[in-house]
């Protein structure tokens, strides 16, 4: 590795790391100015001014803002969030109880819509024109203009309430056996599957066309080098920078279609949790969340421009 890409990659960490920082403002000052708070939500409208002011002198919401973002900016770097003020319990431990479903759902969902999205995306940039890039190209653009919402409500209607195949609620504590397993993850990984593979596959087809345009290609086709060849040994590795943004971009809209499919089908995890402190104005809780939602973003893009940044031939053969 040269000195010009080891400088690259340090500054895109950098960079990356002041963007958190401006991302952690922002979301501390959104979640500041919604409306009502924690002593409001559970006090009720008919709350009196004076139980009120106890209640949010108890919780710590009479602090100024200022105080209370670098309280919980410090407790963050130190992996110490601080306490719900609903439940008084470690944000932390609640994090942490809920941490693994969502992990485990995005794996899964991962490691079958990235392969299938890019085996997909090769072969409609190898056979472009054909009725194959035809037909994959305009489900592409079919599953993609319907949001993630309504495939997991179609998908409840019918697998669970029409045909009676699969539960309506995913419950992954109760998963003791594969076909259990099955049964629990199907369709919120078939609704998220939706989300990411479609915009994933059609990157993936554009990079790979546009790697197969370039003057290079025409060489290698008249050296004699068959079409599969040509794809693999040749479009493809030129092609690893912008297929890797494409990954990213495409599992940061898992991010948000997590939310939506957690919701849906009842899941334990980490999007539900922020979806009900939000509902009971538990702003500790809504800040971590938004910001480790926040902090896996950035780092999925932030990798994907190493690999763009690795390679890219004109660096390293500079």
């Not at 209640?55 to 105080?67: I, S």
């Not at 203009?145 to 029409?162: G, K, Q, R, Y």
């Not at 950035?298 to 660096?315: E, G, M, Q, W």
């Amino acid at each position: 590795m040269n000195l010009l890409i080891l400088r690259l990659i340090v500054n895109r960490l950098a960079m990356a790391l002041v963007s958190l920082l401006v991302v952690s403002a922002v979301v501390f000052t959104i979640t500041a100015l919604l409306p009502g708070d924690a002593a409001q939500a559970q006090l009720g409208q008919e709350a009196t001014a004076e139980s009120l002011k106890a209640l949010r002198e108890q919780m710590g919401l009479n602090v100024p803002a200022y105080q209370r973002y670098w309280e919980w900016l410090s407790g963050m770097v130190k992996g110490n969030p601080g306490l719900s003020v609903v439940t008084h319990m470690p944000v932390a431990d609640m994090i942490s109880s809920r941490l693994p479903n969502s992990v485990k759902l995005a794996a899964i969902t991962a490691a079958i819509a990235v392969p299938l999205a890019l085996a997909l995306g090769i072969a409609s940039a190898m056979w472009r024109g054909s009725w194959f890039d035809r037909i994959a190209s305009s489900g592409a653009v079919a599953v993609v203009s319907v949001p993630e919402f309504l495939v997991a409500t179609l998908a409840v209607l019918i697998f669970a309430v029409e045909l009676r195949w699969l539960p309506a609620l995913s419950y992954s504590s109760s998963v003791d056996s594969i076909g259990q397993m099955l049964r629990a993850f199907a369709m919120p990984v078939l609704s998220l599957c939706c989300v990411t593979m479609a915009q994933m596959m059609r990157m993936t087809r554009a990079a790979v066309v546009d790697q197969l345009r370039a003057p290079y290609i025409e060489m290698v086709r008249l050296k004699g080098a068959s079409p599969t060849r040509m794809v693999l040994a040749h479009a493809l590795p030129n092609a690893i920078g912008p297929i890797a943004n494409a990954v990213a971009l495409s599992m940061s809209y898992l991010l948000g279609g997590v939310i939506i499919v957690e919701t849906i089908f009842n899941y334990p995890g980490i999007a539900s949790l922020m979806v009900d402190g939000v509902s009971q104005r538990d702003m500790p809780l809504v800040q971590t969340c938004a910001m480790l939602f926040c902090a896996v973003y950035l780092l999925l893009v932030t990798l994907a421009d190493i690999c763009s940044i690795v390679a890219n031939p004109r660096l390293r053969h500079r």
